[in-house]
């Protein structure tokens, strides 16, 4: 049995996936920035900001994988990312896409913390606790924008009303979130 202190900790399936998790966190937002342009296209500003916000999110997590990674001295490559979709037939379509994305991005989550714990890599794995609660937020926040995307069938106009009166109740920014490389945004 290995010890993450028994080998370098870019030896492992752990830092592979992390470098991986980056790229996904950087596609992850410029999915969402996709999304935000062919709303802002359609007229609907609250949809397409609440898209804007949820890629800085993303970019954001990326950066904290990124920051982690520097004060673990580990390299850090700087990927390209991934195709987006920017054509989507009505409001329910990007929606769904956000949630079917989340949901990936829960499953890599849990397979980083799985590869931590089996790597005995006790830093790795609380980094990935923070991760973990992310996404049980992200999920539950999105199936309720779907929900509400899908009643309002055609009258988009109930999704803008939704999104205005919930902004209202924005959450304040996590203390406990990691730090991002350069700050977050």
């Given at each position: 049995m290995t010890h993450a202190s028994d080998t370098s900790p870019t030896a492992g399936k752990f830092y592979h996936l992390l470098s991986d998790q980056v790229r996904n966190e950087f596609t992850a937002s410029q999915q969402y920035i996709a999304i935000a342009v062919w709303f802002d296209s359609h007229d609907l500003p609250e949809l397409a900001s609440h898209f804007y916000a949820q890629s800085v999110e993303e970019r954001n997590h990326a950066m904290m994988l990124v920051q982690?990674?520097?004060?673990?001295d580990m390299p850090v490559v700087i990927p390209s990312v991934g195709e987006v979709?920017?054509?989507?037939?009505?409001?329910v379509e990007p929606i769904q896409l956000a949630l079917s994305q989340e949901h990936a991005?829960?499953?890599q989550i849990k397979?980083?913390?799985?590869?931590?714990?089996?790597?005995?890599?006790?830093?790795?794995?609380?980094?990935?606790?923070?991760f973990l609660k992310e996404q049980v937020e992200?999920?539950?926040?999105?199936?309720?924008?779907l929900t509400i995307a899908q009643?309002?069938?055609d009258d988009w106009f109930d999704v803008e009303t939704y999104l205005a009166r919930e902004s209202l109740n924005a959450s304040v920014p996590d203390a406990d979130?990691?730090?991002a490389a350069g700050g977050a945004l």
């Open positions: 982690w990674m520097l004060d673990r979709i920017n054509e989507f037939a009505n409001i991005v829960t499953e397979a980083l913390f799985g590869a931590a714990r089996a790597e005995f890599d006790y830093l790795g794995e609380q980094f990935m606790l923070w992200e999920i539950a926040s999105i199936t309720t924008l009643r309002a069938g979130a990691p730090s």
